[in-house]
């Protein structure tokens, strides 16, 4: 118990020494925290946006293979 | 060098590498943690309070050398149009200043105890400051712009002028007088310091370099995905 009080205590410069460590830990995480939403955001906007093209390109297609069919019919 | 600038390439490299440097990171910061808290001893005149250079002297570092990758990228981007340099400088800003403001802010839990003042205007503190700035207003003014191109040129200027910064900040303590204690590790010769506190100070160092890799790789990735999806919305437009 003595040696964790003295190990908090940091000599007197726990005051110190606790907040400096705290504030790195709470910069480095939030930065990579941060990095990482924001990839998974941008990743899943290119995935949304690759799905409706897809999409889309299957609609136009199935038009114009449609168009030929009715083209065949006349 | 060009083989890098594809980034079809540069995504499957970074692939490869991320598992690795974040893992380094993770084992790397928690034996410096170990070592610079519990091992290694308090300095015979700083007490205790010495162990606040475990993070501050690696942040230190870490944000002049995120500084000179951001404008070694930015020369190469405007001389070569290397496609990939904007976005490293881009990404390494927000790294680079996230350990800057660390700096400062250790620097500051560190001169209140030892030089009885949290600030001082003195030539390493105040050149340290602007270096902030610079990361700030890199980053401010190359999301200023709607045609990003135009954006990261404006940036890649303002990171090449303000690179007079980093050797002021570097032989400001030999120049001027200040508080502010000269270097004991990067001196030549042999480094000024006790061995059993260059250890965590090393490992620590080590730990934020791995840290900077990850969160570096990982922010060119979600740029390469962003110039993705503006390609698209573009032809989209054209169609």
Redesign the interface.
């Known amino acids: 118990m003595e040696t964790i009080r003295a190990f908090f205590n940091m000599g007197g410069y726990g005051g110190f020494v606790w907040p400096a460590y705290g504030v790195s830990a709470i910069v480095l995480v939030g930065l990579i925290v941060m990095t990482v939403r924001s990839m998974r955001a941008r990743e899943a906007e290119l995935a949304n946006l690759q799905a409706v093209l897809g999409s889309r390109r299957a609609a136009a297609q199935a038009q114009r293979s449609n168009r030929k069919v009715l083209d065949g019919d006349a | 060098m060009h083989r890098f600038a594809n980034p079809t390439r540069f995504l499957r490299l970074s692939a490869a590498i991320l598992p690795w440097s974040a893992g380094l990171t993770i084992v790397l910061m928690a034996v410096g ?1 170990v070592t610079g ?2 091992v290694s001893p ?1 300095d015979y005149q700083q ?3 010495v ?2 250079m475990y ?2 002297v690696p ?1 230190a570092w870490m944000g002049m050398l995120a500084y000179s990758v951001m404008a070694i990228s930015s020369a190469v981007a405007l001389i070569w149009k290397h496609p990939l340099a904007d976005l490293i400088a881009k990404s390494s800003a ?2 680079g200043a ?1 350990f800057t ?2 700096c400062l ?2 620097g500051s ?2 001169g ?2 030892m030089w009885g003042a949290w600030w001082v205007w003195d030539a390493r503190l105040t050149s340290m400051l602007i270096l902030l700035f610079l990361y700030l207003g890199y980053m401010a003014l190359v999301s200023a712009f709607d045609d990003p191109a135009r954006g990261a040129k404006a940036g890649a200027i303002l990171a090449l002028v303000g690179f007079v910064n980093v050797p002021i900040i570097k032989f400001s303590v030999d120049w001027w007088n200040t508080l502010h204690q000269p270097a004991s590790v990067t001196k030549l010769g042999m480094p000024s310091i006790a061995t059993p506190m260059l250890i965590p100070l090393l490992v620590m160092a080590l730990a934020f370099h791995a ?1 900077y890799v ?2 570096l790789l ?2 060119v ?2 740029e390469i ?2 110039a ?2 503006r390609a ?2 573009l032809t ?1 437009v054209h169609e």
Do not use: N
């Open positions: 943690l808290l519990m308090a007490g205790e309070s162990r606040i993070v501050h942040s927000p790294a996230a403001f660390l802010v250790t839990l560190w209140k105890p840290y990850t969160v990982l922010g990735r979600a995905t962003a993705k999806v698209i919305r989209q």
